[in-house]
């Protein structure tokens, strides 16, 4: 009996230890309130806020959060913070709210949010917790009449090249991965309880068509296409001079290897002749010798980076034309 009792228990062990893949995020319809309120009230500058909820199966329940302050750049950031959110989890912690940290949320600007930064704080979060998502807001984008709200996790690929910090050109086709397989959007499945659910069951009456209903109509997004366009010129430039970094490169490791070449054809008649001599040839490798050197190949991390940010423009301004398209011709039919 006590044989059966222990090899159940290491059995569940170890499918604990197996963790399932997370497929959805659920998000609770207040805690979205929350994350609006908070970004539309600061916009258009940047904030960021914690998560909380709990961890289940292939499920990330997100049941609450709380904002971080905005701090002056003089103040001790990290200290503050980090004080801030323990106090706010031990006040949530004292009227039985889940205070389990699960990722966080901060809001973009046009989607301008795959930066190194974002990836810093990604690693920052794995090392405490296993699995984590960052909840992405863009007031700007849901001004357009789109809930700009996506969850983002890093790949299990890119986090160990992160952490090795080997970005060649050699380990990522190793590794098949580019830049699309940076990121991983997690779908969100918005969850309410049965009483709210009834509440807005009854705030849905039959009313008439009226002027916020119009406006929905309005074809005025040349200015958010324009700063996407704006936006997006700015990295292809950035990426022009990623592409030239990687050109300077190349030709210095050719420039190197001919004279490497050079060098070797030079020491092998050098041996020649010493070996006719009867001396005894000399090396052909001399470490000390600059030209073999090796040339540190460029990080690949900023140029991925910069062409995602580049993909996300461009299905926005596409998106933003479709929209713009499908209201030319309603309008058109009502007319």
Same mark, same amino acid.
Not at 206 to 224: A, E, F, H, I
Not at 258 to 276: G, H, I, S, Y
């Given at each position: 009996?006590?044989?059966? =009792?222990?090899?159940?228990?290491?059995?569940? $062990?170890?499918?604990?230890e197996v963790a399932s893949p997370l497929r959805v995020v659920q998000i609770e319809g207040l805690v979205i309130l929350k994350i609006i309120k908070h970004c539309k009230e600061f916009s258009p500058a940047l904030v960021t806020g914690q998560l909380l909820?709990?961890?289940?199966?292939?499920?990330?329940?997100?049941?609450?959060?709380?904002?971080?302050?905005?701090?002056?750049?003089?103040? %001790?950031?990290?200290?503050? /913070?980090?004080?801030? &959110?323990?106090?706010?989890?031990?006040?949530?912690?004292?009227?039985?709210?889940?205070?389990?940290? !699960?990722?966080?949320?901060?809001?973009?600007?046009?989607?301008?949010?795959?930066? !190194?930064?974002?990836?810093?704080?990604? =690693?920052?979060?794995q090392e405490n917790i296993r699995r984590c998502v960052c909840i992405i807001y863009d007031p700007s984008r849901s001004n357009q009449g789109v809930l700009a709200l996506k969850a983002l996790k890093l790949s299990d690929s890119f986090m160990e090249l992160?952490?090795?910090?080997? #970005?060649?050109?050699?380990?990522?086709?190793?590794?098949?991965?580019?830049?699309?397989?940076?990121?991983?959007?997690?779908?969100?499945?918005?969850?309410?309880? $049965?009483?709210?659910?009834? @509440?807005?069951? %009854?705030?849905? $009456?039959?009313?008439?068509?009226? &002027?916020?209903?119009?406006? *929905?109509?309005?074809?005025?997004?040349?200015?958010?296409?324009?700063?996407?366009?704006? #936006?997006?010129?700015?990295?292809?430039?950035?990426?022009?001079?990623?592409?030239?970094? #990687?050109? @300077?490169?190349?030709?210095?490791?050719?420039?190197?290897?001919?004279?490497? &070449? $050079?060098?070797?054809?030079? *020491?092998?008649?050098?041996?020649?002749? *010493?070996?006719?001599? /009867?001396?005894?040839?000399?090396? %052909?490798?001399?470490?000390?010798?600059?030209? @073999?050197?090796?040339?540190?190949?460029?990080?690949?991390?900023?140029?991925?980076?910069?062409?995602?940010?580049?993909?996300?423009?461009?299905?926005?301004?596409?998106?933003?034309?479709?929209?713009?398209?499908?209201?030319?011709?309603?309008?058109? /039919?009502?007319?």
């Amino acid at each position: 009996m006590a044989n059966t =009792m222990a090899r159940s228990f290491l059995q569940v $062990a170890a499918t604990e230890e197996v963790a399932s893949p997370l497929r959805v995020v659920q998000i609770e319809g207040l805690v979205i309130l929350k994350i609006i309120k908070h970004c539309k009230e600061f916009s258009p500058a940047l904030v960021t806020g914690q998560l909380l909820g709990l961890d289940v199966g292939s499920v990330l329940e997100v049941t609450n959060c709380f904002p971080f302050p905005i701090r002056e750049e003089d103040e %001790e950031i990290e200290a503050d /913070g980090a004080n801030y &959110q323990l106090e706010m989890m031990r006040c949530l912690r004292e009227v039985n709210v889940d205070n389990n940290t !699960v990722g966080w949320y901060q809001s973009t600007l046009l989607g301008s949010f795959q930066t !190194v930064e974002l990836i810093e704080t990604f =690693m920052n979060y794995q090392e405490n917790i296993r699995r984590c998502v960052c909840i992405i807001y863009d007031p700007s984008r849901s001004n357009q009449g789109v809930l700009a709200l996506k969850a983002l996790k890093l790949s299990d690929s890119f986090m160990e090249l992160y952490r090795n910090n080997n #970005f060649t050109g050699e380990k990522l086709r190793e590794k098949n991965l580019s830049w699309v397989d940076i990121f991983e959007e997690i779908p969100i499945k918005v969850s309410n309880s $049965a009483l709210i659910s009834a @509440f807005m069951t %009854e705030l849905e $009456a039959d009313t008439p068509v009226t &002027q916020c209903d119009y406006d *929905r109509l309005q074809l005025s997004t040349g200015p958010y296409m324009e700063r996407n366009l704006e #936006f997006l010129i700015e990295c292809m430039d950035d990426l022009s001079m990623e592409q030239q970094k #990687f050109q @300077f490169y190349y030709r210095n490791l050719s420039r190197q290897q001919a004279q490497q &070449q $050079a060098w070797l054809q030079k *020491r092998r008649v050098e041996n020649m002749a *010493r070996k006719t001599a /009867g001396e005894d040839p000399l090396p %052909e490798e001399d470490p000390t010798n600059p030209i @073999f050197k090796t040339i540190p190949e460029p990080s690949r991390l900023d140029s991925f980076l910069i062409t995602n940010q580049i993909s996300n423009y461009c299905n926005q301004i596409n998106g933003g034309c479709w929209t713009e398209l499908q209201q030319i011709v309603l309008d058109e /039919g009502i007319a």
